[in-house]
């Protein structure tokens, strides 16, 4: 096993692991796996349709340096009816698989740093990304973010986000199942439920055939401040 005395450091300090989220969510729920040789390009889009009608535009670009360590940029701008796109952030992110603690569950550490326009304070993130093993067709991820806001405004208040997911393998090789997504805000303030970012919902990850691949998902707000439908598209390929 890869498992070392830092992740035992992580594991017991699961509770301070998490981050915010954003309305227009292109985020996803990690897995702590290294594919190696691993080159993929990523277009996704998250659009809110209520109020202002917001579309977020995410490009992505993975890398395996290693059979254990992969690294990612990304890109996103951000549209809005009557005021055009902007630029939203830039984001770096590394990846580091840990390996199995014990049979059928893996897990992984991922390290971001992200910048933003509009003098906006930049973040710093550490995640914890689990994956279980159900059975031969069911998988389970849970990954635990926590981020701190940096640079001119930042509020300096370590944060904390579970993102969860299960889902079930079909025999094509698509994967159907259900995601949540629950910001819970700064540890000394995290409030009531009703106050925090809730989202949950169904979503479906299908090859598509030449190293393609698409994933679509409709995220639900369980919470009065998150928009009712977040409607996602993410696109992808194998480079």
């Known amino acids: 096993m890869k498992i070392s005395r830092l992740t035992g450091g992580v594991l017991a300090a699961a509770p301070l692991l998490g981050t915010v989220a954003a309305a227009q969510n292109t985020g ?4 702590p796996a290294v594919n190696p040789g691993e080159r993929t390009a990523e277009l996704r889009l998250a659009w809110v349709p209520e109020g202002d009608d917001q579309l977020a535009t995410r490009f992505q670009f993975d890398v395996a340096a290693t059979d254990d360590l992969r690294w990612r940029l990304v890109g996103q701008t951000l549209s809005t009816e009557g005021d055009g796109t902007d630029f939203d952030f830039a984001e770096l ?4 698989e840990l390996g199995e603690v014990r049979p059928g569950w893996q897990t992984g550490l991922r390290f971001d740093g992200r910048v933003r326009s509009d003098g906006r304070p930049g973040q710093i993130r550490v995640n914890w990304t689990n994956q279980f093993a159900v059975s031969e067709r069911w998988t389970a991820r849970v990954a635990a973010f926590n981020s701190l ?3 001119n405004g930042g509020s300096g208040d370590l944060s904390l986000q579970l993102r969860s997911s299960l889902g079930y393998r079909t025999e094509g090789g698509s994967t159907i199942g259900i995601e949540s997504y629950d910001t819970f805000g700064p540890y000394d303030d995290l409030g009531r ?6 989202q949950t919902g169904p979503y479906v990850n299908a090859p598509l055939g030449g190293g393609w691949s698409a994933f679509g998902s409709v995220l639900i707000g369980t919470s009065d401040a998150t928009p009712d439908a977040t409607l996602r598209l993410f696109v992808g390929r194998s480079l």
């Open 93 to 96: 992110q590394v990846f580091y």
């Open 149 to 151: 806001q940096v640079g």
């Open 28 to 31: 996803g729920v990690p897995g």
């Open 193 to 198: 439920w009703s106050d925090r970012g809730h």
